[in-house]
T-cell receptor
Framework: NAGVTQTPKFRVLKTGQSMTLLCAQD?????MYWYRQDPGMGLRLIHY???????AKGEVPDGYNVSRLKKQNFLLGLESAAPSQTSVYFC????????????FGNGTRLTVT | RKEVEQDPGPFNVPEGATVAFNCTYS??????FFWYRQDCRKEPKLLMS???SGNEDGRFTAQLNRASQYISLLIRDSKLSDSATYLC?????????FGAGTRLAVHP
């Protein structure tokens, strides 16, 4: 029972490079989320999805794109990485009901130099 | 104003103490309320959901006050293992927003 799996766990990029973070869940959850966490701050919502084929902007969407082509996968893309995107990225999923909590992946530590 | 705001930390308390955290939110349409704990920048882990009538889980008690738009967490008989950052999470369930977190340090 893997739950929520994020790949990769660590990545170093140079400014201007692109990359995609993958989140996969095996719990048949409808809702999926991408958050970032910076030192001294809580998790901030980047984008989320309420079902296959849908995406929506969160609190800090600029510089990121997402896709949810399959229900179990939620991809986060950085088209042109910037040092301000150095952060820890967490993916989460939820059944999407009032008392349903978020289930998190282990996180991806991204450094942009 | 931030959508979700928490007490600033850190809270430094001795073992056995009772400590309370508050969290205010601005979106009156919020339906979902949770407390999570986070250790050393690892993934957040669910501590407890917060129900309208309030709820208790062992040493932990959570309350919701919709009129004043805040939730609270009470920890009784603090243990060393309770040292962590406590995050409140509020929102409509399609857009859950985290507070910045309150750090708790329990010392012998």
């Amino acid at each position: 029972n893997a739950g929520v799996t994020q790949t990769p766990k660590f990545r170093v990029l140079k400014t201007g490079q692109s990359m995609t973070l993958l989140c996969a869940q095996d719990m048949n959850h409808e809702y999926m989320y991408w958050y970032r966490q910076d030192p001294g701050m809580g998790l901030r919502l980047i984008h989320y999805s309420v079902g296959e084929g849908t995406t929506a902007k969160g609190e800090v969407p600029d510089g990121y794109n997402v896709s949810r082509l399959k229900k179990q996968n939620f991809l986060l893309g950085l088209e042109s990485a910037a040092p301000s995107q150095t952060s820890v990225y967490f993916c989460a999923s939820s059944p999407g009901q009032v008392y349903s909590p978020l289930h998190f992946g282990n996180g991806t530590r991204l450094t942009v130099t | 104003r931030k959508e979700v705001e928490q007490d600033p930390g850190p809270f430094n308390v001795p073992e056995g103490a009772t400590v309370a955290f508050n969290c205010t939110y601005s979106n009156s349409a919020s339906q979902s309320f949770f407390w999570y704990r986070q250790d050393c920048r690892k993934e957040p882990k669910l501590l407890m959901s917060v129900y309208s009538s309030g709820n208790e889980d062992g040493r932990f008690t959570a309350q919701l006050n919709r009129a004043s738009q805040y939730i609270s967490l009470l920890i009784r008989d603090s243990k060393l293992s309770d040292s962590a950052t406590y995050l409140c999470v509020v929102g409509p369930y399609n857009k859950l927003i985290f507070g910045a977190g309150t750090r708790l340090a329990v010392h012998p």
